[in-house]
Every structure is written in structure tokens, then in C-alpha cells.
């Protein structure tokens, strides 16, 4: 059974059905084109345990396709998906099966994949990779960001939950990504990130002509004294799907620039380094997750195989 069935079978859920008067015209569970759904054009039954959020990012440097290029990284890996939107691959990763997809920047976009996965596959865990910007003195550009919590400043997840439902990254892939960064011998840090729409004046940043209002000038010092470690545009929405949802998430960034400290943009930078952290740490929770398995443990995320 999917998790996606299980969430339609609470009585709270059947309840909103039952008092919203369009129901019966929704194409639910979504739109269809040739018997895929229709955003991301997935072969829902060819997708991973373990799924990679990336953008198409001039930041990143990529040099091609992020989703082609993580998939040069993997075994066996096909393409699963390309529906002009989003671009999808699968392969495994020490043993790991692993979908990435690549897509535009910012919540909004990224809900429209992150549905799709949700609705039509029991994939277990979400992790977003790839830029953000720094906003505390001791982030160098460079370093690498594990995610523990987000500050929700989009507005996509406030259409599904208020602002005080938490955006918490779960603890297991939190540990499994610390685990692999020291392992690698990674610079890392762990802390909260502020997720936000805007990149420009909602991030602190001024838009054409230097253009700011009085909040916006506020919003990098207000990051900086909370402790809040860098910023980005996708994770919000990732994590509170997965919260509601019944999925594991989790983000790892490497920071570009960071205009607190001063330190100037460099293309690309950490990059390869995410890439590689994400990797080695979805490869620890598998084997995590594997060790459950055997020893009979409860488990509130079972495999595809578990659950179909």
C-alpha cells in the first residue's frame, strides 16, 4: 500500500473530501500523460528509495544538467523521466537506489515534483543539495551546510501548514550526513536554514537599482544574531511535505558566498563536496536502514519492496 493511501484513509482527511464542493470534478490522484504524471513524466515504478532534490544553478557550476551529472555518479543509472519541467534519473549508490531529479529554483517548483514522488511512489527520504548563500561569520565559502531545521520564509509551505508547524529535518539522516562528513574529512556545519522566495530584497539582497525597503535591510542581521546558518530557496517546502507527509528529509549546501563575513562569490564552490557528502551519506542510511530490517525493528520508513 502507498503511504499516499494511508494519508487518504484518515478520517480528518475524508472529512476536507467530503466538505469541498469540487471533489468530484478533481482529476485526482493528479494529471496523466501516457499513463505517467503528467509534471514529471516518471516511471513511478523505476523510482529510488532515497530521492535528490537539484537545481539547475549557474551558482553551482554544474557545467551540465545536475541531474546528468549526479547520475554520472551512480551504477547502472537511467533515465526515468524528462518531461521538459524536470529532468530524472535512477541508479544505485553502494547499494543505495537513488533518484535524482533536477528542476527551476524555489518552493513553488519544487512542490510540483516533490507531489508526484509523494503521491505516486513510497520513496522514504528527500534531500535537497546544491548553493545557498552564507549568513554567519564562521560559514567560509566553500563549507558545507547539514541542515537540521528551516526558518519557513517561502510562501508555498504556509499554504499547507501555519508558520508554527516545524520544519525539522529528520534525525536519522541528520546523523547519517555528520557521520559521512567526518568520514570524508569534510569543513561542515550543522544549523538551521532560512528558506525564503524572494532571492533578492526578501534575502537582504538589493534588487534593480539597489532597490530596498526598510525590512528588507533588516533581514541579514536578524539571520545573523538568530544563528542562522546560511540561506536558500527549496528546502521549506521539502522539509514540511516530509513532516506532514511521513517522509524523512534532510539538505546539505555548500555556500557560495557570504556577505556577512565579506567573503566574495566563487563560482562553484563546494560543489563537488556536496555532491559527495550527499552520496556517502545516503549510503549510511541505507545501511542504516538495512540493519533495521534485519533486526526486525520497527521501521517508520519501509523500503518500496516493504510496502508494496
Known amino acids: 500500500m502507498k503511504k499516499s493511501e494511508i494519508i487518504r484513509s484518515k478520517p480528518s482527511i475524508q472529512l476536507m473530501q ?5 471533489w468530484s470534478r478533481v482529476p485526482y490522484p493528479g494529471l496523466v500523460i501516457d499513463n505517467k504524471p503528467a509534471i514529471t513524466q516518471v516511471d513511478i515504478d523505476k523510482v529510488g528509495d532515497y530521492l535528490i532534490y537539484l537545481v539547475r544553478d549557474p551558482l553551482g557550476a554544474y557545467g551540465k544538467d545536475p541531474a546528468e551529472r549526479m547520475a554520472e555518479r551512480l551504477e547502472n543509472a537511467e533515465c526515468i523521466g524528462n518531461s521538459g519541467m524536470f529532468l530524472s534519473y535512477t541508479g544505485y549508490y553502494k547499494g543505495a537506489k537513488i533518484t535524482c531529479v533536477s528542476g527551476g529554483s524555489g518552493c513553488p517548483e519544487v512542490e510540483l515534483a516533490i507531489n508526484d514522488f509523494m503521491e505516486y511512489t513510497n520513496c522514504s527520504t528527500f534531500l535537497r543539495v546544491g548553493t545557498s548563500g ?31 508547524f516545524p520544519a525539522y529535518c529528520h534525525y536519522e539522516v541528520v546523523t547519517a550526513l555528520v557521520q559521512a562528513a567526518e568520514q570524508l574529512g569534510m569543513s561542515y556545519h550543522v544549523g538551521v536554514t532560512a528558506c525564503m522566495d524572494s532571492d533578492f530584497v526578501g534575502n537582504g539582497r538589493p534588487s534593480v537599482g539597489g532597490y530596498l525597503q526598510p525590512d528588507n535591510i533588516n533581514k541579514l542581521g536578524t539571520y545573523n544574531r538568530a544563528g542562522v546558518l546560511n540561506t536558500d530557496r527549496e528546502s521549506s517546502i521539502i522539509m514540511t511535505m516530509c513532516n506532514l507527509f511521513e517522509r524523512r528529509g534532510g539538505a546539505v549546501f555548500n555556500v557560495t ?7 566574495k562569490f566563487r563560482e562553484g564552490a563546494g560543489t563537488e563536496t556536496s555532491i559527495d557528502l550527499a552520496l556517502e551519506g545516503i549510503a549510511i542510511l541505507h545501511q542504516m536502514d538495512m540493519k533495521k530490517a534485519q533486526a526486525g525493528k520497527e521501521n517508520w520508513f519501509p523500503s518500496l519492496e516493504q510496502m508494496n
Open 18 to 22: 467530503e466538505r469541498y464542493e469540487y
Open 257 to 263: 558566498d557570504n556577505l556577512i563575513s565579506g567573503e
Open 134 to 164: 552564507g549568513v554567519a561569520e564562521k560559514v567560509k565559502v566553500g563549507d558545507c551546510v547539514i541542515t537540521s531545521g528551516v526558518f519557513r520564509e517561502d510562501g508555498t509551505s504556509r499554504a499547507y501548514i501555519g508558520d508554527g
